[in-house]
């Protein structure tokens, strides 16, 4: 299995910025398709995005134009950019990829508004 954490959440005001990093154990090339997950207490967990090994990348319409997914597979590393944080964007954000079967502790990202 390989293992994801997550890191860069934090508290910021609306109409901030945000970059998160999810580190894995072993080669992103490999895995291929990465995605971003977003999870508020009480709710399911949300896809956010994803990023394909050639780097095309797809969003959740509501971040769309605001996020941007990148990923640097040399430093086995995926990115989420978070731009013009709204106070829906809220929650605990995870990486993960397609069969995976744990996930990792996330991070937490608030915004106030």
């Known amino acids: 299995q390989v293992q994801l954490v997550e890191s860069g959440g934090g508290l910021v005001q609306a109409g901030g910025s945000l970059r998160l990093s999810c580190a894995a154990s072993?080669?992103?090339?490999?895995?291929?398709?990465m995605d971003w997950y977003r999870q508020v207490p009480g709710k399911q967990r949300e896809w956010v995005a994803n990023i394909l090994r050639n780097g095309i990348t797809t969003y959740l319409a509501s971040v769309r134009g605001r996020f941007t997914i990148s990923r640097d597979n040399a430093k086995n590393t995926v990115y989420l950019q978070m731009n013009s944080l709204k106070s829906e964007d809220t929650g605990t954000y995870y990486c993960?990829?397609?069969?995976?079967?744990?996930w990792g502790q996330g991070t937490q990202v608030t915004v106030s508004s």
């Open positions: 993960n990829y397609p069969g995976a079967t744990i």
């Open positions: 072993r080669s992103i090339f490999g895995i291929g398709t």
